[in-house]
């Protein structure tokens, strides 16, 4: 019994056009966690200065930061109108971003309340609970005399 060749014909291309998804399939998966790996480069360099006379702090900011009383937040703020997790600033689409996260206090950025993360420029003044802090874009400055915190 002989078995015509149009089947056997098919059924090579149809292994062949798996492989090749396959093999596609590979290639990409091998692209991205080889482009995981490498690494994000760095948010630009800011910073926040908590404005106080009796305490003042220099936080540098990474791309995601918790703010609050709780000891786990990158900024802690010792204050008993700020609640654990107040506040977030995070670096995402090319900016900084403030949001809210459900403090009992709330959160403002120049007075006017954080309902939606809420875009920061160099400059503004965000406030949670009785705790004011500049946002400046930029490296830390150099030691001016305010000697505070930096980090947590």
Same mark, same amino acid.
């Given at each position: 019994?002989?078995?015509?060749?149009?089947?056997?014909?098919?059924?090579?291309?149809?292994?062949? /056009?798996?492989?090749?998804?396959?093999? /596609?399939? %590979?290639?990409?998966? #091998? +692209?991205? @966690?080889?482009? !995981? !790996?490498? =690494?994000?480069?760095?948010?630009?360099?800011?910073?926040?200065?908590?404005?106080?006379?009796?305490?003042?702090?220099?936080?540098?900011?990474?791309? *995601?930061?918790? %703010?609050?009383?709780?000891? &786990?937040?990158?900024? +802690?703020?010792?204050?008993?109108?700020?609640?654990?997790?107040?506040?977030?600033?995070?670096? !995402?689409?090319?900016? #900084?971003? $403030? @949001? &809210?996260?459900?403090?009992?206090? =709330?959160?403002?950025?120049? @007075?006017?309340?954080?309902? /939606?993360?809420?875009?920061?420029? *160099?400059?503004?003044? $965000?406030?949670?609970?009785?705790?004011? %802090? +500049?946002?400046? *874009?930029?490296?830390?400055?150099?030691? &001016? =005399? +305010?000697? =505070?915190?930096?980090?947590?």
């Amino acid at each position: 019994m002989s078995v015509p060749l149009a089947p056997q014909g098919l059924q090579l291309l149809l292994l062949a /056009t798996l492989y090749l998804f396959l093999g /596609t399939l %590979l290639f990409f998966l #091998w +692209r991205d @966690e080889r482009r !995981a !790996a490498q =690494g994000a480069a760095p948010p630009p360099a800011a910073h926040l200065a908590l404005l106080s006379d009796n305490e003042p702090a220099l936080f540098s900011l990474a791309y *995601s930061n918790l %703010l609050g009383r709780a000891p &786990d937040n990158a900024i +802690r703020i010792e204050d008993p109108l700020v609640s654990a997790h107040h506040a977030r600033i995070s670096f !995402a689409g090319g900016q #900084w971003l $403030v @949001e &809210d996260l459900g403090s009992r206090n =709330g959160t403002r950025v120049n @007075e006017l309340p954080v309902d /939606t993360p809420i875009a920061l420029a *160099s400059g503004d003044i $965000v406030h949670l609970g009785g705790k004011a %802090l +500049r946002f400046s *874009s930029g490296p830390l400055p150099a030691d &001016d =005399g +305010r000697a =505070g915190r930096e980090g947590r």
